[in-house]
């Protein structure tokens, strides 16, 4: 009686078809949404582009975009000012998020601990330029949420949008109450790494909840706060649908972030070249800020 052994290569071909034809829609997407949109800025930042004329020819002028946009002071306005709103707002929204991801890390109440993960989806879900519209309506003078409030304290009716302190402030709390939440939970993600046995010990050894925190969970939690640190950034650098459909970067230019000038660039004065010089500028700076969050926060347990 003769062993017959099924041959392998059809089978391996197979299975390699099979990968491909579950990998290539997801691959043809990305080349399309990210990939392809990315290399056409890269081109156009070396071109002199204008959108309004498309029949005028568009020659390779080297690196003249970048120079300009290095010596542009609007520019760097606006990434200053984007370079604050970072400062700002990540800040409050690790603090915030560490403290709802350690109540709701603590033992029993799961039934509540469950809502509470349920509420802070909500935000996440909220489109930005939803967001934004949501804010319109809070911090409007005349009948906003923020006014009634303050009148319930017999404090007089503030102009948020209208001034340019008080909207950079209410874009800061639009995004914190947004991204808050994403803090919160990527935060508890990292608690749940602590060892339970870590976490006894340690209890039994202190009653203090800040040591607790600061020498047990808090070198757990630096891969997340690092996650959090990137995408955030990234985020800020980026962020145009919440400021742009709240205060269309005014008033004058006090909430004009960096996405909201290179559009600006873009698509009203229609300098192509530039905006996609500046674009990549944001792309390297991105690159660079994470290889620094990675080196300086990030630890291995």
């Known amino acids: 009686m003769s062993n017959h052994k099924k041959p392998v290569f059809p089978t391996l071909w197979n299975n390699t078809r099979a990968a491909f034809s579950f ?3 997801a691959t043809v997407a990305l080349a399309l949404i990210g990939i392809f949109p990315t290399v056409f800025a890269l081109v156009n930042s070396f071109r002199q582009y204008n959108l309004a004329r498309p029949k005028d020819p568009t020659p390779f002028i080297g690196f003249d975009n970048y120079l300009n946009v290095l010596n542009d002071a609007s520019f760097w306005a606006a990434l200053g000012r984007t370079g ?19 109540m709701l890390h603590k033992p029993g109440l799961s039934g509540f ?25 809070i911090f409007n003078r005349d009948f906003g949420v923020a006014n009634a409030l303050l ?26 109450w ?18 339970n046995e870590i976490e006894e010990a340690a209890r039994l050894e202190t009653r203090s909840r800040w040591q607790i925190v600061r020498y047990v969970q808090l070198p757990f939690l630096l891969p997340s706060a690092t996650v959090i640190l990137i995408l955030r950034t990234a985020d800020i650098l980026k962020m145009f649908d919440t400021v ?10 006090a909430t004009e972030l960096v996405s909201v000038y290179i559009q600006r660039v873009g698509f009203r004065v229609f300098d192509q070249g530039v905006a996609s010089a500046q674009a990549i500028l944001m792309l390297i700076l991105t690159i660079i800020l994470a290889r620094l969050y990675i080196k300086f926060v990030y630890r291995e347990i």
């Open 23 to 25: 990998l290539a829609p």
């Open 84 to 102: 604050l709103f970072l400062v700002t707002v990540v800040p409050i929204q690790l603090a915030l998020g560490l403290i709802i991801a350690l």
């Open 113 to 137: 601990k469950l809502l509470a993960r349920m509420s802070l989806v909500i935000p996440l879900a909220t489109a930005p330029a939803v967001a934004g519209l949501i804010g319109r309506l």
């Open 151 to 176: 009148a319930m304290l017999n404090a007089g009716p503030v102009e948020w949008l209208g001034d340019t302190t008080n909207a950079f402030i209410a874009v800061a709390l639009m995004d914190i």
């Open 178 to 195: 947004q991204w808050t939440p994403f803090c919160a939970l990527v935060l508890l993600a990292g608690l749940t790494m602590v060892p």
């Open 244 to 253: 742009f459909t709240m205060t269309r970067g005014g008033p004058g230019a």
